[in-house]
């Protein structure tokens, strides 16, 4: 970890993490409804949810019951939020907060990482407008965003020794970001536990293959305030009207299809080219002399691919489940890419300069999708 001490860079500074995260909702300004594809369904049901009482014919058509599950994140924040600004605003600014949130995340795991925000980390951000979040999985998007911030404060804590507030935080956040969405909270799990493990095999004297299987244990036992949502799941699975079918497995061309699509937008040729980018500053990671992959981080990503591997495209009837993860798995290991010691300022600011050219910017097509100045 870089010291404290050294001078901030630009792209550094708690300013541009500010500034990056209001230019990542500039897109979804003008746009009344977000254009995401799946969103007017989900207004429908908001709106049916909200004015069932003031429209008793309704209940002809459709029938409404609450129950604890994992996907309830903008169904809950929308009760309130639609009595102050309406359904579509409330909505809107909701959704506005999704890409910000993952800025910040990325920057801020990046910043506990490494130390100070490594230039690379800038590349990761055009995901916050990843092919998942476009497809309109709202409820899941909200909990990662969520989860990549809940996994920085968790580095931090870590960070700062502050173990017992750790644990008294993140077992009732874990149950909150279970709530918002269930994919939330097991990526969360992942990347804590990933991460602990690597703390605790640093902590250690001993070195060699037992270590790692102490540390996996040590790490499983410091998760433990993650668990919670486990309950939560068991009885959301074990009630009444449940189903969804499992499958899908190891669908080896949709995932290799989900690899180059994590930022699909309109135009093929400029979205392939776009996420070869990516491609490439992992590349250099491996054969580059100026920079190196962080272990914590590096480990993290590999977990994600692993869990990527093993994960149907159809989890409980929900499909799409593998390519949600993709983009978030590229972004962990985008940010897990840093420059070595020897590489000079110059160096760095040309690679901070590329990254945020590369972000996405704003304006909207006169057909209303979403463009960004990438293109």
């Known amino acids: 970890m870089q010291g404290d001490l050294e001078k901030l860079h630009w792209w550094q500074t708690r300013t541009f993490v500010a500034l990056m995260a209001l230019v990542a909702i500039i897109p979804l300004l003008r746009p009344e409804i977000p254009p995401l594809v799946d969103l007017p369904g989900h207004m429908g049901r908001y709106r049916v949810q909200l004015s069932r009482d003031a429209y008793p014919w309704l209940s002809d058509w459709y029938n409404f019951n609450w129950q604890l599950i994992g996907n309830l994140g903008i169904d809950i924040l929308i009760i309130p939020l639609a009595k102050l600004f309406g359904l579509e605003l409330a909505v809107k600014l909701i959704i506005m907060t999704i890409p910000a949130l993952t800025v910040t995340g990325f920057l801020w795991i990046a910043r506990e990482v490494h130390g100070r925000i490594p230039p690379t980390a800038l590349f990761a951000l055009p995901l916050a407008y990843s092919y998942a979040f476009q497809f309109g999985f709202v409820n899941f998007a909200l909990s990662m965003a969520l989860a990549l911030n809940a996994f920085a404060l968790w580095l931090r804590l870590a960070r700062t020794g502050h173990f017992r507030l750790r644990a008294a935080i993140f077992v009732p956040l874990s149950c909150l ?196 100045i990438r293109r």
């Not at 978030?328 to 940010?335: E, P, W």
């Open 177 to 372: 970001i279970w709530v918002c969405h269930t994919f939330g909270w097991g990526v969360l799990g992942v990347l804590a536990c990933s991460a602990e493990m690597v703390r605790q095999h640093d902590a250690r004297t001993d070195r060699g293959p037992m270590s790692w299987i102490k540390a996996w244990v040590r790490a499983g036992l410091g998760c433990i305030p993650l668990a919670l949502p486990i309950i939560l799941m068991v009885v959301w699975r074990s009630g009444e009207h449940v189903g969804g079918e499992t499958g899908d497995w190891f669908n080896w061309r949709a995932k290799i299809g989900w690899l180059t699509m994590a930022l699909r937008d309109r135009w093929m040729a400029f979205d392939i080219a776009s996420i070869a980018v990516l491609y490439l500053i992992l590349f250099r990671g491996f054969r580059d002399p100026n920079v190196e992959y962080s272990r914590n981080l590096g480990l993290s990503a590999l977990f994600l691919l692993v869990v990527f591997i093993v994960l149907p495209r159809i989890v409980f009837g929900s499909a799409y489940a593998d390519m949600r993860l993709a983009p978030f798995m590229l972004g962990i290991a985008i940010i897990a890419v840093r420059p070595k010691k020897g590489l000079s300022i110059r160096g760095s600011a040309t690679l901070a300069a590329a990254g945020l050219a590369f972000f996405p910017g704003a304006d909207r097509g006169g057909n209303g999708q979403l463009l960004d």
